[in-house]
């Protein structure tokens, strides 16, 4: 698409956008957000703060989907949605990524970093309380979950 083609339809693509909160903000229908979500990468436009936190918030549901899909009852089983987004076995995916829980344990010491502002030795004692296993398995997860992101840099400890 050429630059002038995609500046004609930027005034529309932002009120659309707009739209979309409002009616994201009405009704809590997520179609909101992936429309906005759309037309912000198709336009080359920054993704709004609620999107954002949307997509926040649903990422943090999805990696909860670890339990691989033949251990879940026939109704709780990947369906259409796991589908749309190319992964019809979820837990299978994770296990393939890291064969063990080290996913959610990491994303867990994170979370009380970023959120209670935790300092790194503390988030991890903390979770290892609440998941009853050691602080040394939980600093190894840790470990493990920021190779697998791509991150050796840790969030700033307060």
């Known amino acids: 698409m050429d630059e002038l083609h995609t500046f004609d339809y930027l005034p529309w693509a932002q009120e659309q956008i707009e739209n979309a909160e409002i009616d994201y903000q009405k009704t809590g229908n997520a ?66 990524v890291n064969g063990s829980s080290f996913m959610p344990i990491g994303i867990n010491v994170q979370w009380a970093m970023q959120t209670t502002g935790l300092q790194e030795t503390y988030a991890i004692e903390e979770v290892a309380a609440k998941h009853g296993i050691s602080a040394s398995t939980v600093r190894r997860y840790w470990m493990r979950f920021q190779e697998l992101m791509g991150s050796s840099k840790k969030p700033a400890e307060k």
């Open 31 to 96: 179609l909101h957000a992936w429309y906005a979500y759309s037309l912000c990468r198709r336009f080359g436009l920054p993704v709004p703060a609620w999107v954002q936190n949307y997509l926040d918030r649903v990422a943090m549901n999805f990696l909860r989907l670890l339990q691989p899909a033949d251990e879940l009852p026939p109704e709780q089983r990947p369906g259409p949605i796991t589908d749309a987004l190319e992964m019809p076995a979820p837990g299978k995916a994770f296990k393939q």
